[in-house]
């Protein structure tokens, strides 16, 4: 039966409350950065390496639940409720078995990995210190995604707002007390920088259940009866979800070695790219709200049998998107300095950061468009073609971004314009990829 036309106002209802989830979330990244600013340099660097290397893990997760977010978006397009519950379930089981699989790499393999990747031995000896608390975060991480997963799925996406809010609050509290050693509480430095954040975690994932067991009618999608587990369908959510999972996987492991590039530019230039990297994520909040709505809107209309309507829509968030960034970059071009004072008082990370945020700026409206197409791809259930997009693209990526430092000496400025190769080279082939139209009879 044909929908009625997807709307802009549609368009905004689903994608709103993920953006508001992204403020909060990056409230967390935003404080953490800043407090660690006035810790020191070391703290500052030190954090973004295990940050992102927590990130690159997580990003696992976060792939298997975009697989099963795509999977229950289109039964809820195909009216099969019930089946929901089904993925869930399924969903769930196999997070927890990531989880401690994920534990077992970040805690007890951080040692190996950073020795071999990390040059300033204060900066490794930093990071692994953060990683031994931040490693717990994981299993609370794996679980809420799996909530967002089911309710981006069903475009119920308000929860993700007050969850991620509640996340945010916790962390701010935490941070100052156990960063700096307040009220009673040791002074943990960057060890409390990473507690606070697994703590948050943890306070998240029981606010989603205690949300979902009071407003979710759990008969109404099946949910957590765990009668029909079956190594068949977990094999099914494993065909959307796996090339999604090494794609997240993928890109987050190289922008992880673009910072270890980065750190043998000099213990100031990681440093200021952390900052950036900080602000970065602020201008990508419209990207990743509207995005997760492309991935599901997607979905529902493939469940629908309106495959037509699917550039409409894209072209539709696209714009949406692109608009969205470029109010947020106008705001950081027009008080450069102002902004990163925000974050550290050193003059010397404050003029480098100005030249890299005016790169970073441009970057973010390139990515704006990319990531949407992107999405619109693996919301028509390709995931397997989306995966080969992000490799070819993150290969040119790392290759120019290695010949820059290695063979042209370049700044690190000039090193953060890869941000606008990645940006533009995903949207050229994700749009190439959906003009083709190969994609219209996919089943998942």
Do not use: C
Not at 2 to 31: C, D, M
Not at 145 to 158: A, E, H, L, N, Q
């Amino acid at each position: 039966m044909k929908k009625a036309e997807i709307s802009y106002k549609r368009i905004w209802q689903i994608a709103y409350p993920i953006i508001l989830g992204s403020v909060a979330q990056n409230v967390v990244n935003f404080t953490d950065t800043a407090f660690l600013g006035r810790v020191g340099e070391i703290a500052l660097g030190a954090g973004a390496l295990g940050g992102l290397f927590y990130l690159a893990v997580f990003m696992l997760g976060l792939g298997f639940g975009t697989g099963a977010q795509i999977i229950i978006a289109r039964r809820i397009g195909e009216g099969k409720l019930k089946q929901v519950g089904v993925v869930m379930d399924h969903a769930l089981l196999f997070m927890i078995m990531l989880a401690t699989l994920s534990f077992v790499l970040m805690y007890f393999g951080s040692r190996e990995l950073l020795g071999y990747a990390v040059q300033s031995e204060r900066i490794y000896n930093a990071t692994l210190q953060y990683m031994n608390f931040r490693s717990f975060g994981i299993f609370f991480a794996f679980v809420n995604v799996t909530f967002r997963s089911f309710y981006v799925g069903i475009t119920k996406t308000k929860v993700i707002s007050y969850t991620t809010a509640v996340m945010a609050v916790t962390n701010i509290l935490l941070d100052y007390v156990l960063i700096f050693g307040y009220y009673g509480f040791p002074r943990m430095g960057i060890e409390g920088a990473a507690l606070a954040s697994s703590i948050a975690e943890g306070v998240a994932m029981l606010f989603f259940i205690s949300y979902t067991k009071v407003t979710v009618n759990f008969s109404q999608f099946n949910l957590f009866r765990f009668k029909m587990l079956s190594p068949g369908y977990m094999g099914r959510i494993l065909k959307v979800s796996l090339p999604v999972m090494m794609q997240q996987f993928a890109s987050l492991s190289v922008w992880f070695v673009f910072f270890l590039i980065i750190e043998k530019l000099g213990e100031a230039s990681l440093a200021v790219s952390n900052i950036i990297r900080s602000i970065y994520v602020i201008l990508m909040m419209p990207v990743w709200g509207f995005a997760t709505a492309t991935n599901a809107l997607v979905s529902t209309a493939m469940g629908e049998g309106n495959q037509k309507d699917v550039m409409k829509i894209t072209y539709k968030i696209a714009g949406m998107t692109f608009l969205g960034v470029l109010l947020i970059v106008m705001v950081g071009l027009l008080f450069p300095r102002i902004i990163m004072e925000i974050y550290t008082n050193d003059t010397l990370l404050i003029d480098m950061g100005i030249n890299i945020l005016k790169v970073v700026s441009l970057g973010a409206l390139f990515i704006s468009i990319g990531f949407i197409m992107f999405n619109a791809v693996s919301g028509t259930g390709k995931t397997n073609i989306s995966l080969t997009i992000e490799l070819v693209v993150l290969a040119m990526y790392l290759t120019y971004t290695f010949v820059l430092t290695n063979y042209l000496h370049a700044s690190v400025a000039t090193v953060w314009t890869s941000e606008l190769l990645y940006g533009s080279l995903l949207a050229l082939f994700s749009w190439g990829y959906l003009l083709a139209g190969k994609w219209k009879h996919s089943t998942i």
